[in-house]
């Protein structure tokens, strides 16, 4: 028997009968996949869950996605093609990722599956070494194509979805807000990135002009660092603003900011600053030749 | 092309219709600072809402247009500023430092009434005869 096993390996043998061999030992592999089913399948879901994968689902919902995903492991061996696990892959990457399901975990369930699919081999050919090879060989390359399916799949996906709320952070990045006749503010969160000054500028230029604004506050509250870059940035939307008549206050800066700004010598000295939104709406307001009561003082008293 | 300057009250008004080469600029400024006499203006509005382009000569004429009207008794605003331009110009640096702008002509006009009522109440502006 082994110095059969030998001569196998040694001279390469004819690729169709090898195929067909593969196709065969397939055949016989997914049999045993199906008949053992329950069995494979509850200890896979107990490998899931002892390995603590998986974490953000409850013990059913791991059973039912172990299942499935099971079937078309089995389904994948058997007829060579990928096509449906990708699909698959894709779908129940769309689901889990919402929930908080990490790369680490949806490769960690692929590879137990694995092995408790090797394990389940080994025990039943353990006496046919000759023959657990030859399973092996057949079993081992559709395995790892399979993981690898699934894997680049879910990673895939995510980084569909990482695209996807990028656009739309760019989209809502900046809002220019209108919050009195002739009053804007802009309020600035996260990073700004030359790209996003410039289309911070010209957006506000713009809402200048069509909503014939005469102040406007820029909020910093959210910008969390901020160098001589951006500081010039944003100097020159406020010099810009001002050709169009227009008088800026930048509110918010943070102590960290206006120690670094005064550190690296920005020359802020052009532009209005007042500490928060409030204040800066105040001063806005007293600009624009508004005053804000309470009601009573406004109604006269009986 | 000559620049149209109208005479509106005690304000001029000088509305740049189309783009200007440098002796057009220099001609206006003239023309300008030469009719702040005449008419004894005390307002100078210039008009570049039509202007798509504004290069630093363009801007240094806008401002010395500002700064030799003041010396003759006038403050000068400079209206209508396209968003794009403001854009470039401040891009290359041309800020118009100490020159005055509004959106458009209204509010152009709305700042003089406004510098003047200030003056006045400072004691340091003409008196309005009517």
Do not use: C
Not at chain 1, 125 to 146: G, Q, T, V
Not at chain 2, 15 to 37: F, H, K, P, Y
């Amino acid at each position: 028997m082994a110095t059969k096993g030998k001569d196998a390996q040694s001279v390469p043998p004819d690729p169709q009968a090898q195929s067909e061999s593969t196709a065969a030992l397939l055949r016989e592999l997914v049999a045993h996949l199906r008949q053992n089913r329950t069995q494979l399948r509850e200890e896979w879901a107990r490998r899931i869950t002892r390995a603590q994968l998986l974490t953000a689902m409850t013990e059913e919902e791991i059973f039912a996605e172990a299942t499935s995903v099971y079937d078309n492991y089995v389904e994948a061996l058997e007829t060579g093609t990928f096509e449906a696990l990708q699909a698959y892959a894709r779908n129940l990457s769309e689901r889990i990722i919402p929930r908080g399901v990490e790369t680490h975990e949806v490769v960690g369930i692929v590879l137990l599956l694995r092995d408790v699919l090797a394990r389940s081999l080994f025990a039943k050919y353990h006496e046919d070494f000759d023959k657990l090879n030859r399973i092996l060989d057949a079993y081992e390359p559709a395995a790892n194509r399979i993981a690898n399916t699934v894997a680049v799949g879910f990673v895939q996906e995510r980084e569909r979805i990482i695209r996807q709320q990028q656009e739309a952070i760019r989209e809502l990045s900046t809002p220019v807000l209108q919050v009195r006749e002739r009053l804007l503010i802009l309020p600035i969160i996260g990073v700004i990135d030359p790209q996003r000054a410039r289309q911070l500028t010209e957006q506000l230029l713009r809402a200048i002009r069509t909503n014939r604004a005469k102040v406007v506050v820029i909020d910093i509250t959210g910008v969390a660092a901020m160098d001589s870059n951006v500081a010039n940035h944003l100097v020159q939307t406020v010099e810009a603003s001002r050709l169009l008549g227009a008088t800026v206050i930048v509110t918010g800066l943070s102590p960290e900011i206006a120690q670094t700004l005064v550190t690296i010598g920005v020359d802020l000295s052009e532009m209005a600053t007042v500490g928060d939104l409030q204040g800066g709406i105040e001063e806005a307001e007293r600009l624009l030749g508004y005053k804000v009561l309470p009601l009573e003082e406004l109604t006269p008293k009986a | 092309m000559e620049v149209p300057i109208l005479k509106q009250g005690h304000y001029l008004i000088a509305s740049i219709q189309s783009a200007l080469t440098d002796a057009d600029l220099s001609q206006l400024r003239e023309a300008l600072i030469e009719r702040v006499g005449r008419f004894r203006a005390r307002g100078v509005i210039v008009d570049v809402t039509a202007l798509d382009v504004m290069d630093s000569f363009a801007v240094r004429t806008l401002r010395d247009i500002a700064h030799m009207a003041r010396l003759r008794g006038a403050e000068t605003v400079i209206v209508g500023i396209q968003p794009e331009v403001a854009f470039a110009m401040v891009q290359l640096g041309l800020t118009l430092k100490g020159v005055s702008t509004a959106l458009d002509l209204e509010e152009g006009l709305l700042f003089l009434d406004h510098q003047a009522q200030l003056r006045i109440e400072r004691g340091t502006g003409r008196i309005d005869r009517g």
